[in-house]
């Protein structure tokens, strides 16, 4: 259903702390800006930018190397924002995930007045869980996924996380390294294959990177959510 064409005002929320969005101004977010993250060097000064254009609000990257990985609320609709790239946000919430050097991020965008207003659908307890579902994976491909995503899971509320090394996330499944990143090979291949960026392909691909990306899909996707978090524990048990 679309609403009227009416650009209201919204907030952002990270952290616990709301922060204002207002038609006519600009809102900015990085290192330095209207909602200042924190110091991570490896974090643009200014990342991403919201602004609103005719009778829509904009979600633009204006950093030159960190993507952004955006969704609607219930992970049916996924996007990936590379450098440059803008995109209208069309939900009354939207949400951000991004990570920089070895912190991963979470913010969420709300309108007051959102143009797209969902048609309201009876959801199985699988809803959200597209693109690649949990039986596509083997249970240890699983128990990989949820040993990375464990302290954005953790975090509760809109906020950063810390990824784990590969040798923390190994060490914390019970396994050795050589075990950990063929299962992580095996993981990001079958993803590429199912359309997912960002996760393979050459030298640049570069293991943080990849790691963070995969995060960042899982969770925009609710491949997997803190209730998997037992199945990571029975796991550790039984090793």
């Known amino acids: ?5 009416t650009v209201r005002s919204g907030h952002v929320n990270f952290c616990d702390e709301e922060y204002d969005i207002r038609p006519g101004e600009s809102f900015v977010i990085g290192r330095e800006g209207d909602l200042a993250i924190d ?3 490896y974090l643009h000064r200014r990342f ?4 609103n254009e005719g009778s829509l ?3 633009a990257n204006a950093g030159s190397q960190l993507t952004a ?3 609607d609320e219930h992970g049916v609709m996924q996007a990936w924002l590379s450098p440059g790239a803008r995109l209208p946000l069309v939900f009354n919430r939207t949400l951000v995930w991004f990570s920089a050097g070895p912190t991963t ?3 969420e965008v709300i309108l007051e007045q959102a143009p797209f207003t969902p048609v309201a659908t009876r959801m199985s307890s ?4 597209t693109t690649m579902g949990r039986s596509d994976f083997t249970p240890d491909q699983m128990l990989l996924v949820i040993a990375l995503c464990e302290q954005a899971l953790l975090r509760g509320h809109y906020g950063a996380a810390t990824l784990p090394t590969s040798g923390q ?5 019970g396994w050795t390294i050589t075990k950990f990143n063929r299962k992580l090979d095996n993981v990001c291949q079958k993803l590429t294959r199912a359309g997912v960026q960002g996760l393979h392909g050459g030298p640049e691909a570069l293991a943080l990177n990849r790691r963070a990306r995969l995060v960042e899909y899982a969770l925009s996707s609710r491949l997997v959510d803190r209730e998997d978090l037992d199945l990571l524990d029975r796991s550790s048990d039984a090793s």
């Open 1 to 5: 259903m679309i609403a009227e064409a």
């Open 39 to 41: 110091d991570n060097p």
């Open 48 to 51: 991403l930018e919201l602004q």
């Open 57 to 59: 609000w904009w979600l």
């Open 69 to 71: 990985t955006i969704s």
């Open 105 to 107: 991020y979470e913010l």
């Open 126 to 129: 699988d809803f959200g869980r």
């Open 169 to 173: 996330a190994a060490e914390r499944l």
